[in-house]
């Protein structure tokens, strides 16, 4: 696909028609400018996710770079620091812990799944850097929501429309010390900035279709599931050294492939907050 530079800014390669792309020449080191600000956010709503290679940042960075596109959250199971508690470790280890509680390979499913959603209201946006990389494997994989509805058969998405599909958090939450009630979201949501249809639900937290019984409610999410494993919904990243992700976590699912072995792979996460109007509830 066709590179796009913005004069004076950067460049956007798309990876896939319509998530992913790579931006180049920026140094996320140094502040970024309003101006450059707004162009990587239209860029972030046209492809869901953002790519950046070479950035040899440290978690300062990180952190002014999320903080230029809203509050920064910090999750009640950070292992926090004093100097930046939004700073959360994405470790191969703690994984096994929290799979532990949600084994979601039991019913036929991937944990594609999006952050926060246990939230009434989710944070919006993340930035994750890579920090400890297996020499090869360990890559991330996002979907595009909206054309996992696109592309959804007819009668999928008619018993679909409507629907709540349940979030439960609650295990990892009540490790931490952290209580939470279970919450629901729309399986089909519109996304606020783009208005965008787009299918959302996260297979990682006990997903049931509210009103339906066991056996349709899991029917139709594996349909879901399905949806979210079609390579055409995707984009895949490979990790290497100071590579970033930046994605809208209203438009896009993802899910990390786990084929390192015992490698403790590590990155890490800061997430955005929504607006104060929405984040408050």
């Known amino acids: ?5 913005k004069p004076g800014s950067f460049t956007i390669t798309p990876l896939e028609p319509t998530i992913g792309a790579e931006i180049s020449g920026l140094d996320l080191r140094t502040p970024i400018t309003d101006g450059v600000r707004d162009d990587l956010k239209q860029a972030l709503l046209r492809y869901k996710v953002l790519f950046f290679r070479d950035q040899n940042i440290d978690t300062h960075q990180q952190a002014a770079f999320a903080n230029r596109f809203g509050p920064l959250y910090t999750h009640p199971s950070t292992h926090r620091s004093p100097e930046i508690p939004s700073a959360h470790a994405i470790s191969a280890e703690d994984f096994k812990v929290y799979a532990a ?10 944990a594609y799944h999006t952050d926060t959603s246990w939230r009434l209201v989710p944070t919006w946006g993340a930035v994750l850097r890579a920090i400890n990389l297996p020499d090869h494997g360990g890559d991330t994989i996002w979907v595009d929501g909206a054309r996992a509805l696109e592309t959804l058969p007819e ?8 629907l709540h599909v349940t979030h439960d958090f609650g295990s990892s939450l009540k490790r931490a010390g952290h209580e939470y009630p ?10 606020r900035e783009t208005g965008q249809k787009i299918l959302w639900v996260n297979f990682s937290l006990r997903p049931t279709l509210i009103g339906l019984d ?10 879901v599931s399905d949806q979210y494993r079609r390579p055409e919904n995707q984009v895949r990243f490979s990790w290497r050294p100071g590579s970033l992700a930046f994605w809208d976590n209203r438009a896009a699912v993802h899910y990390a492939v786990r084929d390192y072995g015992d490698f403790p792979r590590l990155l890490e996460r800061i997430l955005i907050a929504d607006e104060p109007l929405y984040a408050d509830l």
């Open 101 to 110: 509680d949600y084994d979601t390979r039991r019913q036929g499913w991937d």
């Open 214 to 223: 066991i056996a349709e409610s899991r029917a139709l999410l594996t349909i």
């Open 155 to 162: 009668d999928a998405r008619a018993r679909l429309e409507g």
């Open 182 to 191: 279970i919450v629901s979201h729309p399986a089909i949501r519109t996304h």
């Open 1 to 5: 696909m066709n590179a796009i530079t």
